[in-house]
Protein backbone atom coordinates (compact mmCIF):
# COMPACT_ATOMS: atom_id res chain seq x y z
CA UNK A 1 0.00 0.00 0.00
CA UNK A 2 1.63 3.60 -0.59
CA UNK A 3 1.10 4.83 2.58
CA UNK A 4 3.68 2.39 4.13
CA UNK A 5 5.98 3.45 1.77
CA UNK A 6 7.56 6.85 3.99
CA UNK A 7 11.01 6.78 4.35
CA UNK A 8 12.33 5.42 7.42
CA UNK A 9 13.99 8.55 8.37
CA UNK A 10 10.00 10.20 9.15
CA UNK A 11 9.79 7.78 11.20
CA UNK A 12 11.74 7.47 13.76
CA UNK A 13 11.06 11.52 14.33
CA UNK A 14 6.67 10.45 14.37
CA UNK A 15 6.12 10.01 18.23
CA UNK A 16 2.53 8.65 17.62
CA UNK A 17 1.64 6.71 14.21
CA UNK A 18 -2.30 5.29 13.61
CA UNK A 19 -3.33 3.36 10.75
CA UNK A 20 -6.26 2.74 9.62
CA UNK A 21 -7.41 1.03 6.64
CA UNK A 22 -11.02 2.77 6.38
CA UNK A 23 -11.21 6.27 7.54
CA UNK A 24 -14.76 6.22 7.66
CA UNK A 25 -14.62 4.23 10.68
CA UNK A 26 -12.52 7.48 13.22
CA UNK A 27 -14.99 9.78 10.73
CA UNK A 28 -18.03 8.47 11.87
CA UNK A 29 -16.84 8.34 15.47
CA UNK A 30 -15.51 12.09 15.25
CA UNK A 31 -19.15 13.60 13.78
CA UNK A 32 -20.63 12.03 16.92
CA UNK A 33 -19.10 14.17 19.45
CA UNK A 34 -18.42 17.24 16.54
CA UNK A 35 -20.21 20.13 18.61
CA UNK A 36 -17.69 22.26 18.89
CA UNK A 37 -14.82 23.39 16.62
CA UNK A 38 -11.91 22.15 18.87
CA UNK A 39 -11.20 18.75 20.57
CA UNK A 40 -8.10 17.61 23.03
CA UNK A 41 -6.53 14.10 21.61
CA UNK A 42 -4.89 12.12 24.08
CA UNK A 43 -2.41 8.74 23.21
CA UNK A 44 -2.09 6.45 25.25
CA UNK A 45 -0.75 2.48 24.73
CA UNK A 46 -4.66 2.03 25.39
CA UNK A 47 -5.40 3.98 22.29
CA UNK A 48 -7.13 7.33 21.49
CA UNK A 49 -9.45 9.62 23.55
CA UNK A 50 -10.91 12.16 21.59
CA UNK A 51 -12.36 15.30 24.25
CA UNK A 52 -14.70 18.08 23.28
CA UNK A 53 -16.61 20.22 26.22
CA UNK A 54 -19.00 22.95 26.11
CA UNK A 55 -19.70 25.49 28.75
CA UNK A 56 -18.34 23.21 31.18
CA UNK A 57 -21.35 21.50 32.11
CA UNK A 58 -20.85 18.87 28.99
CA UNK A 59 -18.16 16.83 28.19
CA UNK A 60 -18.31 14.50 25.50
CA UNK A 61 -15.65 11.63 25.19
CA UNK A 62 -14.65 8.96 22.18
CA UNK A 63 -12.94 5.98 23.38
CA UNK A 64 -10.99 4.53 19.80
CA UNK A 65 -8.82 1.43 21.00
CA UNK A 66 -5.66 0.28 19.72
CA UNK A 67 -7.57 -2.70 18.28
CA UNK A 68 -9.49 -0.76 16.37
CA UNK A 69 -6.44 0.12 14.33
CA UNK A 70 -3.84 -1.47 11.68
CA UNK A 71 -1.33 0.13 13.45
CA UNK A 72 -0.62 1.88 16.51
CA UNK A 73 3.04 3.15 17.10
CA UNK A 74 3.39 5.51 20.37
CA UNK A 75 7.08 6.35 21.24
CA UNK A 76 5.64 8.11 24.57
CA UNK A 77 3.55 7.20 27.65
CA UNK A 78 1.03 10.12 27.05
CA UNK A 79 0.79 12.80 23.77
CA UNK A 80 -1.66 15.16 23.79
CA UNK A 81 -2.37 18.38 21.68
CA UNK A 82 -5.74 20.50 20.47
CA UNK A 83 -6.97 20.32 16.75
CA UNK A 84 -9.54 21.87 14.65
CA UNK A 85 -11.93 18.71 14.89
CA UNK A 86 -14.37 20.39 11.62
CA UNK A 87 -10.78 20.81 9.80
CA UNK A 88 -9.83 17.14 10.79
CA UNK A 89 -13.14 15.92 9.21
CA UNK A 90 -12.92 18.06 6.46
CA UNK A 91 -9.42 15.87 5.52
CA UNK A 92 -10.15 12.40 6.70
CA UNK A 93 -13.54 13.57 4.07
CA UNK A 94 -11.62 14.94 1.42
CA UNK A 95 -12.29 11.85 -1.17
CA UNK A 96 -16.11 12.59 -0.62
CA UNK A 97 -18.62 10.01 -0.68
CA UNK A 98 -18.28 8.82 -4.55
CA UNK A 99 -15.82 5.98 -3.70
CA UNK A 100 -16.53 2.79 -5.67
CA UNK A 101 -18.49 0.41 -4.38
CA UNK A 102 -16.00 -1.67 -2.07
CA UNK A 103 -13.02 0.79 -1.75
CA UNK A 104 -12.42 3.17 1.99
CA UNK A 105 -9.71 5.60 2.26
CA UNK A 106 -6.77 4.16 3.99
CA UNK A 107 -5.39 6.55 6.69
CA UNK A 108 -2.06 7.05 8.24
CA UNK A 109 -2.05 9.70 11.00
CA UNK A 110 1.37 11.09 12.20
CA UNK A 111 2.02 13.15 15.37
CA UNK A 112 6.06 14.79 15.56
CA UNK A 113 5.44 16.08 19.04
CA UNK A 114 4.54 19.35 20.46
CA UNK A 115 4.10 21.94 18.54
CA UNK A 116 4.20 20.26 15.39
CA UNK A 117 1.30 20.00 12.98
CA UNK A 118 -0.57 16.39 12.54
CA UNK A 119 0.00 14.61 9.71
CA UNK A 120 -2.73 12.80 7.58
CA UNK A 121 -2.01 10.42 4.47
CA UNK A 122 -5.11 9.68 3.04
CA UNK A 123 -5.09 7.05 -0.02
CA UNK A 124 -7.76 5.80 -2.17
CA UNK A 125 -7.59 4.19 -5.63
CA UNK A 126 -4.09 4.72 -5.66
CA UNK A 127 -4.11 8.52 -5.02
CA UNK A 128 -2.16 9.71 -2.46
CA UNK A 129 -3.32 13.02 -0.35
CA UNK A 130 -1.09 14.75 2.58
CA UNK A 131 -2.96 16.73 5.02
CA UNK A 132 -1.27 18.78 7.52
CA UNK A 133 -3.19 20.42 10.49
CA UNK A 134 -1.67 22.68 13.27
CA UNK A 135 -2.10 21.73 16.48
CA UNK A 136 -2.32 23.76 20.05
CA UNK A 137 -2.06 23.50 23.20
CA UNK A 138 -4.18 21.78 24.77
CA UNK A 139 -6.71 22.86 27.39
CA UNK A 140 -7.31 21.06 30.69
CA UNK A 141 -10.36 18.78 30.17
CA UNK A 142 -12.60 19.70 33.24
CA UNK A 143 -12.33 16.41 35.66
CA UNK A 144 -16.76 15.74 36.64
CA UNK A 145 -14.90 13.31 39.43
CA UNK A 146 -17.18 11.08 37.65
CA UNK A 147 -16.62 7.85 40.25
CA UNK A 148 -18.25 4.42 39.88
CA UNK A 149 -17.93 4.14 43.50
CA UNK A 150 -20.58 7.26 43.82
CA UNK A 151 -22.72 5.42 40.84
CA UNK A 152 -26.35 5.32 42.63
CA UNK A 153 -28.38 4.30 39.62
CA UNK A 154 -27.52 2.72 36.88
CA UNK A 155 -29.25 1.29 33.49
CA UNK A 156 -28.57 -0.01 30.34
CA UNK A 157 -30.72 -0.01 27.55
CA UNK A 158 -31.12 -1.24 23.66
CA UNK A 159 -30.60 1.90 21.84
CA UNK A 160 -33.62 1.48 19.74
CA UNK A 161 -36.00 2.18 22.32
CA UNK A 162 -34.16 5.21 23.49
CA UNK A 163 -34.84 6.43 20.04
CA UNK A 164 -38.13 5.55 20.29
CA UNK A 165 -38.73 7.90 23.45
CA UNK A 166 -37.11 10.46 22.09
CA UNK A 167 -39.56 10.87 19.15
CA UNK A 168 -42.63 10.84 21.98
CA UNK A 169 -41.60 12.90 23.70
CA UNK A 170 -41.74 17.19 23.13
CA UNK A 171 -38.29 18.39 22.19
CA UNK A 172 -39.70 22.02 22.26
CA UNK A 173 -38.95 20.94 26.15
CA UNK A 174 -36.07 23.22 27.70
CA UNK A 175 -35.54 20.52 29.97
CA UNK A 176 -35.22 16.91 30.24
CA UNK A 177 -36.58 15.22 33.01
CA UNK A 178 -34.61 12.20 34.19
CA UNK A 179 -36.71 9.84 37.43
CA UNK A 180 -34.82 6.58 38.15
CA UNK A 181 -36.08 4.68 41.64
CA UNK A 182 -35.99 1.28 42.79
CA UNK A 183 -39.44 1.15 42.76
CA UNK A 184 -42.39 2.66 40.31
CA UNK A 185 -41.57 4.41 38.12
CA UNK A 186 -38.77 2.96 38.16
CA UNK A 187 -37.12 4.90 34.89
CA UNK A 188 -38.87 7.65 33.46
CA UNK A 189 -38.30 10.26 31.21
CA UNK A 190 -40.34 13.72 31.05
CA UNK A 191 -40.83 16.76 28.89
CA UNK A 192 -42.48 19.84 29.44
CA UNK A 193 -43.07 21.68 25.90
CA UNK A 194 -45.45 23.66 23.97
CA UNK A 195 -47.63 20.32 23.55
CA UNK A 196 -47.41 19.63 27.45
CA UNK A 197 -46.11 17.71 29.74
CA UNK A 198 -45.40 14.26 28.11
CA UNK A 199 -43.89 10.81 29.77
CA UNK A 200 -42.23 7.74 28.60
CA UNK A 201 -41.64 5.16 31.39
CA UNK A 202 -39.47 2.07 31.09
CA UNK A 203 -40.73 -1.13 33.41
CA UNK A 204 -37.71 -2.70 35.33
CA UNK A 205 -38.67 -5.88 33.85
CA UNK A 206 -38.92 -4.61 30.18
CA UNK A 207 -37.46 -6.26 27.14
CA UNK A 208 -35.44 -3.16 26.02
CA UNK A 209 -33.81 -3.39 29.60
CA UNK A 210 -30.67 -5.01 29.79
CA UNK A 211 -29.87 -4.00 33.43
CA UNK A 212 -31.55 -1.87 35.91
CA UNK A 213 -29.40 -0.98 39.30
CA UNK A 214 -31.08 1.42 41.53
CA UNK A 215 -30.28 2.08 44.46
CA UNK A 216 -32.22 5.50 45.35
CA UNK A 217 -34.90 7.74 43.88
CA UNK A 218 -33.74 10.23 42.19
CA UNK A 219 -35.00 13.71 39.91
CA UNK A 220 -32.74 15.71 37.80
CA UNK A 221 -33.47 18.04 34.81
CA UNK A 222 -30.59 18.48 32.42
CA UNK A 223 -31.21 21.30 29.95
CA UNK A 224 -31.99 20.27 26.25
CA UNK A 225 -29.53 22.12 24.51
CA UNK A 226 -27.14 20.27 25.73
CA UNK A 227 -28.27 16.86 25.16
CA UNK A 228 -29.22 17.53 21.51
CA UNK A 229 -25.74 17.43 20.59
CA UNK A 230 -26.12 12.82 21.91
CA UNK A 231 -28.60 12.28 19.39
CA UNK A 232 -25.77 11.87 16.86
CA UNK A 233 -23.76 8.99 18.74
CA UNK A 234 -27.46 7.43 20.09
CA UNK A 235 -27.99 6.94 15.96
CA UNK A 236 -24.96 5.32 15.64
CA UNK A 237 -25.09 2.98 18.92
CA UNK A 238 -26.49 -0.32 19.70
CA UNK A 239 -26.49 -0.35 23.28
CA UNK A 240 -26.50 2.73 25.72
CA UNK A 241 -25.77 3.15 29.51
CA UNK A 242 -27.50 6.27 31.53
CA UNK A 243 -26.11 6.62 35.34
CA UNK A 244 -25.52 8.97 37.96
CA UNK A 245 -24.05 9.40 40.65
CA UNK A 246 -25.16 10.93 44.26
CA UNK A 247 -24.73 15.00 43.07
CA UNK A 248 -26.81 13.92 40.12
CA UNK A 249 -24.48 13.90 37.35
CA UNK A 250 -25.48 12.10 33.90
CA UNK A 251 -23.57 9.79 32.42
CA UNK A 252 -24.61 8.37 28.91
CA UNK A 253 -21.89 5.76 27.24
CA UNK A 254 -23.01 4.36 23.86
CA UNK A 255 -21.69 1.12 22.36
CA UNK A 256 -21.25 1.87 18.87
CA UNK A 257 -19.56 -1.35 16.11
CA UNK A 258 -18.24 0.39 13.39
CA UNK A 259 -17.91 -1.13 9.98
CA UNK A 260 -15.89 -3.66 10.57
CA UNK A 261 -17.69 -5.26 13.73
CA UNK A 262 -15.25 -3.39 15.90
CA UNK A 263 -16.17 -1.57 19.12
CA UNK A 264 -16.30 1.95 20.44
CA UNK A 265 -17.10 3.76 23.22
CA UNK A 266 -19.12 7.29 23.32
CA UNK A 267 -18.99 9.21 26.77
CA UNK A 268 -21.07 12.42 27.83
CA UNK A 269 -20.97 13.74 31.16
CA UNK A 270 -23.65 16.41 31.75
CA UNK A 271 -24.10 18.64 35.00
CA UNK A 272 -27.96 18.79 36.45
CA UNK A 273 -30.34 21.99 35.48
CA UNK A 274 -31.69 21.62 38.64
CA UNK A 275 -32.55 18.90 41.12
CA UNK A 276 -36.16 18.22 41.73
CA UNK A 277 -38.44 17.39 44.49
CA UNK A 278 -39.95 13.96 44.38
CA UNK A 279 -43.13 14.31 43.08
CA UNK A 280 -46.46 12.40 43.59
CA UNK A 281 -46.98 9.81 40.64
CA UNK A 282 -50.16 9.82 39.46
Keep these: ?122 EEGGVVTVCKINTQEPEEPMDFEFCSTNVTNKVILQSESLKEAFSELDMTSDVLQITMSPSQPYFRLSTFGNSGNAHYDYSKDSDMMELFQCTMTQTNRYKMSLLKPSTKALALSCKVSVRTDNRGLLSQQYLVRNDDGQICFLEFYYCPDEEVEEEEEE
Excluded at 17 to 28: E, H, K, P, T
Excluded at 47 to 63: H, I, P, R
Excluded at 66 to 80: A, G, N, R
Design 1 to 122: MPLSTQSQDDEEHYVLVASLDNARNLSNILKAITFKDHAVFTATPNGLKVTVEDSKCLQANAFIQTEIFQEFTLKEDLVTFQINLTVLLDCLNIFGGNAVAGTSTALRMCYKGYGYPLTLFL
